[in-house]
């Protein structure tokens, strides 16, 4: 089988077993003779298999009894505005941390249904670090406070949660949940888009701290509301079959692997490997962003000469490694190493990449 690694930011990489797995059962789903995305959402067949899936990521996570998980629909780009009509009222307001393009978006769609606190933001230094906790203006009365722990496009991570005290601090996980082990009781609510690093696009996992749902907030038609969703146990309507499965599959492959400590393991290797290559090149590639805020999922990085980048993408996509452009928001080039990116990806893209160099030096 001829090898291609895919660096694509999403819809990512999903892992070849979870591909292979759903290959095989896509005529005859667990003896049913249909495939999984053929049945109803209400047969045994598939409550089984989505009460398993709820129970293996609170496994993998260790999500406490006192927390919903809920798989939903819409992007975390609809829970930017249906976040704040559930956790706040009309006259609340809520602290937002701008460390990137997507927490800014989450700030513009929720400007229509609450006062927004930019409580700090990295703006004005272009995203390349992250605003210091102890510079951030934060409001005690705030609904919740919310943050993208990851920045998908500018690749910068927060290493650590941050302390928020007793407001209800919400994340955007989408490009890092599962990467890591996480201690799920310091959040109030956390979000993630599927296509990243959990499975297909059209699903987005919710898990959020149950007192919280019940918040009033905005007057609002039910299949808006997380507390209706949970009463229903997401299927308030038909939900997203097959992104459920797909998930179901993405967490068993995780827990076979041995859980979210070796993925934790996986992941910082990959990246200290590939920002090596980078820092070592001796200028010919440059990633910006301040060591301590690197992330560990979304690598960018520039050529030290722009001219090469169409020369550099054909060749690597030639060469087998995939979706490497950069987000135009940047330029560039940038890596995803997602869960399902192996070492192997990386140590193919680093070898490409100082042969290049030498090649195009
Ligand atoms: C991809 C991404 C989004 C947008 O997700 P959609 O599912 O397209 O709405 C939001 N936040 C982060 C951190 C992302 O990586």
Known sequence: MSRVWNFSAGPAALPQAVLERAQHEMLDWNGSDASVMEQSHRGKRFIAMAAQAEADLRELMGIPADYAVLFLQGGATQHFAQIPMNLAGEHDSADYIVSGHWSAKA????????????????????????????????????????????????????????????????????????????????????????????GPSGLVVMIVRRDLLQRPGRPMARIFRYADHAAADSMLNTPNTWGWYLAGLTFQWLLALGGLGVMAERNRAKAESLYRAIDGSGGYYRNPIEPAARSRMNVPFTLHDSALDAVFLQESEAAGLLALKGHKAVGGMRASLYNAVPMEAVQALTGFMRDFAQRHG
């Open 107 to 198: 700030v513009s769609e929720a400007r229509p249904y609450l006062r927004v606190n930019v409580a700090a933001s990295g703006e004005a230094g272009d995203y390349l670090k992250l605003p210091p906790r102890d510079s951030w203006q934060l409001d005690p009365h705030a609904a919740y406070v919310h943050y993208t722990p990851n920045e998908t496009i500018h690749g910068v991570e927060f290493h650590g949660i941050p302390d928020v005290g007793e407001v209800p601090l919400v994340a955007d996980m989408s490009s890092n949940i599962l990467s890591e082990p996480l201690d799920v009781s310091r959040f109030g609510l956390i979000y993630a888009g599927a296509q990243k690093n959990i």
